[in-house]
């Protein structure tokens, strides 16, 4: 079972649609979760963390976070062709010093 | 502002000759990270420093080594590049708390020749 899950797409959503995407994981122990963008040939950027149960919102961003059922989920509103790239899901499994262990991400298109 | 900064953005080596490459931070993170990246897969941890306490993962192999002569300099230093080492390195920071992300550099693509 791989740590990290994501539908790598590409999910295609039209322009001012919200954009839903998902991610899974397999540690159950499993502390701290982020989302990062990376656009081709660039490196990842932070979008969201999430830390606890729930929703957490930034802007047009959500992320959600389910750790019972080992789900983390990010949901962009008002979705623009610059949001098109590849969204990274990325687990730190243990205390805060450890690496990040990341799925291999959702390519995302924003049609115009 | 550039917070983490690796230099340079593209290096280009020969089969088997050696190369490092740097990654410097004015974030005064005492965690540094380096990552692979290979085309179309995900960043794949190669080792990190908490401070001057190196960490690497069990499966990076031996011709990867990695120095860190202070808190605002970490070096990755391929020793025999092979073909399969061209990849993105991604250098990344953090303070080590739970709650903190990581913040990461531009990146330095390496070729092999």
């Known amino acids: 079972q791989k740590e990290v899950e994501q539908n790598s797409g590409p999910l295609s959503v039209p322009e001012g649609a919200i954009a839903s995407l998902n991610c899974t994981y397999s540690d159950r122990g499993s502390q701290s979760f982020f989302w990062y963008r990376q656009y081709s040939g660039k490196s990842p950027e932070l979008i969201m963390s999430?830390?606890?149960?729930g929703d957490k919102e930034d802007g047009r961003f959500t992320a959600q976070l389910n750790k019972a059922s080992q789900y983390v989920s990010l949901l962009i509103r008002d979705s623009q062709p610059s949001d098109s790239a590849t969204y990274l899901c990325a687990v730190n499994k243990g205390g805060g010093a450890d690496g990040l262990t990341f799925g291999k991400g959702t390519h995302l298109i924003i049609q115009p | 502002d550039a917070m983490v900064i690796q230099n340079p953005r593209y290096q280009v080596t020969q089969f088997g000759k050696p190369v490092t490459l740097s990654c410097s931070q004015t974030?005064?993170?005492?965690?540094m990270y380096w990552y692979q990246q290979k085309s179309s897969q995900a960043p794949k941890l190669l080792f990190h420093y908490y401070d001057k306490d190196f960490n690497n993962e069990a499966d990076t192999p031996d011709n990867f080594q990695s120095r860190r002569p202070n808190t605002s300099f970490c070096f990755l230093d391929i020793r025999s590049p092979g073909l399969g080492d061209a990849a993105m390195y991604l250098c990344a920071t953090s303070r080590g708390d739970i709650d903190q992300p990581q913040h990461f550099g531009d990146g330095t693509r390496l070729s092999i020749l």
């Open positions: 999430i830390y606890s149960n």
């Open positions: 974030l005064n993170h005492n965690v």
